[in-house]
């Protein structure tokens, strides 16, 4: 009776063995099946947090008036030296982040650079990265990031730095966004500055309270618009963000303290929201975008 007592007890260890193993390796797999995952979710968070920080660069600037000539006047800090390099000790890459880099607005670029630092070894550094980095932008072999990004993205790039023989690598988020800057038409809907009617200036007359301004447009000023004149000489006949006391078909009048007499040709930019724009900053993860939207006022 006990051998029988045993030997089901034995019995009963080996089946709860063989089943606890089984039930290991099921959470085993679980938890490697789940870590891509975790990655993905880990480096989306990064890129929005990029993508934030990008945001709050641009609120913390002044309100710039946007046209078809310079449909995105805002402009992102993307460089700087991310600490000093110096020799002695184990060989490490001290750099820990890398600035947000700027696509392009139309024709306007936005250069791109950064210093790379490590710390250890003989003090002398060779600098590589894989893969080759987003087009635009090159590493020299002293380690500096440089030139003008040509579109949205964000990828995680590893950084090698050799000295002595010895090589040591860091993987670091690189993300570089679009920035869109919107404004109000006359149907409360909010248009691209670059889709702005452009229209030109034959000749003006100022009193000392009041400009009046000749123009051509596919699209006529009215009381309350607000103009940004650029292109004149005397440079006081330009004007930013003007709201516009009365207006004809070829005619509009501003308020100002200037006088005399201009006509030769200029530019206007017409904006029918006074001191608001719809700024959206946005970056590529893979095929997916990743976006924020920020109202800019003055």
Known sequence: MKRYETGETLIEVIVAAVIMGLLGLTIVGAIVAAKPL????????????????????????????????????????????????????????????????????????????????????????????????????????????????TAASTSVYKFGV????????????????????????????????????????????????????????????AAGDTVTISGISPSTFNLVSAPIVSATSTQFVVASTVTGTYSSGGEVGLTKSVNVQQITISTLLGTRQLSRTIVAAI
């Open 38 to 149: 975790s990655d993905k979710v880990n480096l989306t968070g990064q890129a929005m947090a990029n993508v934030n920080t990008a945001a709050q660069q641009i609120q913390l600037q002044s309100f710039h008036p946007c046209s078809p000539n310079n449909p995105q006047p805002y402009a992102l800090s993307a460089s700087g030296m991310q600490g000093a390099s110096a020799g002695g000790g184990p060989l490490s890459i001290s750099t820990n982040s890398l600035p947000i880099g700027q696509a392009p607005s139309g024709a306007t670029g936005f250069p791109f650079s950064v210093t790379l630092s490590a710390t250890g070894g003989d003090g002398t550094y060779a600098w590589s990265v894989s893969p080759n980095l987003p087009t635009g932008l090159t590493l020299s072999s002293s380690g500096v990031i440089s030139g003008t990004p």
């Open 162 to 221: 050799t000295s002595n023989g010895v090589t040591m690598t860091k993987s670091l988020l690189l993300t570089i966004v679009s920035i869109n800057v919107q404004v109000n038409n006359s149907s409360v809907s909010w248009s691209s500055c670059a889709a702005v009617p452009k229209a030109s200036i034959t000749s003006a007359i100022a009193t000392g309270s009041a400009i009046t301004f000749t123009y051509s447009s596919p699209t006529p000023f």
